[in-house]
């Protein structure tokens, strides 16, 4: 029947994931140590070897260093690295979305000279949409380039920029054509950070971490070959860029949220609460959810399999994991009782965090505007 989704694994993905699963026994790198730099640095020697190993870019092209990998592969490799509970890759902007894009949308020589370096996390690169007053709705941003002398002259504000602090290169979207419609006047660059005219301001959230920044554009210099996808079509290029991050995050949320599930249910056993009938009910109701969740994911892998592009239902995932992984965040500190304000616990620390997850990525307003408008064809919000 069409829209059916085989969840059964092909001999070819079960052969993958247990290779993958026995590179990770004989690999895993330990724990994170504590300190934004020390951690940074042993995230980004840990993605070294993974793209020594040909693991890191699973699913790019051979001919750009990737392995080749299926959709479905892809999306394994994802849940195994969480499963196996290994370190995050340091340059995940740059594998999730700027070198899908690069090979999507870049020259032969963008690739030749951005993808390599992107594998290796020799040059991190960080995303520059959201702005002050524009966040969500990208078409309003206001930061401008203007052509000069074979170049591009920047000027303009960015905020909630993750990982510019440590980043090379930005995928920076900004105005060309200011009689343009809004969605017609942007395009697509590649600067670089390490100039004077860009200014990184970190912003210390809730968590105390840098994790994000602002950023300060006076004057910027951008070269011609730095436009990908042509003056003007930002719009498009954006979209993509977008739509690869919530369809390539999906797997590893997923398992990474049923990996938070296991912990909630170790802590209600250990607080003696695994009779209680309301306490079953929140958990089984989560856990529902998560299911829920995971089946989601996979019916997005499936429409990318068939046209070949992420669509806009990678914007449901997101908007559930969301809303899940705060619910569980929640229910653990209820769990805990009057312990759930300690500071060095680490469910504090999760629901800490959690508070971003419906704002980063995508606000959960906006992407339920993508869901009623692109997907289920519901009028326009005006």
């Known amino acids: 029947m069409a829209g059916l989704v085989d969840l059964t694994l092909s001999p070819q993905e079960e052969a993958f994931r247990a290779e993958l699963r026995g590179w990770l026994d004989a ?17 980004r020697d840990w993605q070294r070897r993974v793209a020594e190993a040909g693991w890191a870019g699973v699913s790019w092209p051979e001919e750009y260093g990737g392995r080749g990998a299926t959709l479905v592969e892809q999306a394994l490799f994802n849940e195994e690295m969480v499963r196996s509970r290994a370190p995050a890759l340091a340059n995940v902007l740059g594998l999730v979305m700027g070198g899908p894009v690069v090979i999507a949308h870049g020259t032969e020589e963008q690739k030749r000279r951005y993808l390599n370096p992107i594998l290796t996390a020799e040059e991190i690169w960080c ?27 920047v000027t303009g504000q960015k905020v909630w920029t993750t990982l510019a602090h440590r980043a090379k290169w930005c995928m920076l979207v900004a105005r060309t054509d200011s009689d343009a419609p809004k969605h017609k006047g942007l395009t697509f660059f590649l600067m670089d950070m390490e100039q004077e005219g860009v200014q990184v301001r970190p912003l210390h959230q809730i968590t105390n971490e840098p994790e994000f920044n602002e950023l300060f554009i006076e004057e910027a210099r951008v070269p011609d070959e730095n436009v990908v996808g042509g003056v003007g079509n930002g719009w498009g290029v954006a979209i993509t860029t977008l ?71 990678g914007s449901l995932p997101k908007w559930q994991w969301s809303d899940i992984n705060q619910a569980v965040t929640e229910a653990a500190l209820d769990f805990r009782g009057p312990e759930a304000p300690l500071a060095d616990s680490e469910w504090t620390y999760h629901f800490l965090r959690s508070r971003a997850n419906s704002i980063e990525g995508g606000t959960t307003e906006i992407l339920k505007n993508i869901i009623a408008e692109r997907v289920l064809g519901l009028p326009r919000q005006r």
Do not use: C
Request: no cysteine.
């Open 27 to 43: 690999n895993h790198p330990g724990r994170e140590p504590d300190g934004d730099e020390a951690g940074f640095e042993f995230r």
């Open 127 to 153: 995303q520059g949409f959201s702005e002050p007053e524009s966040g969500s709705d990208l078409a309003s941003l206001k930061t401008r380039a203007v052509k000069s002398n074979g170049e591009w002259v």
């Open 243 to 313: 739509m690869h991050e919530r369809a390539g995050l999906a797997f590893g949320l997923q398992v990474q949220l049923k990996v938070r599930l296991g912990e909630l249910m170790t802590l209600v056993r250990e607080r003696g609460l695994e009779d209680d009938p309301v306490v079953r009910q929140r958990v089984g109701q989560l856990w529902i959810e998560a299911e829920a969740l995971r089946l989601n994911a996979y019916r997005g892998l499936t429409h990318i399999m068939k046209t070949g592009v992420p669509g806009p239902e």
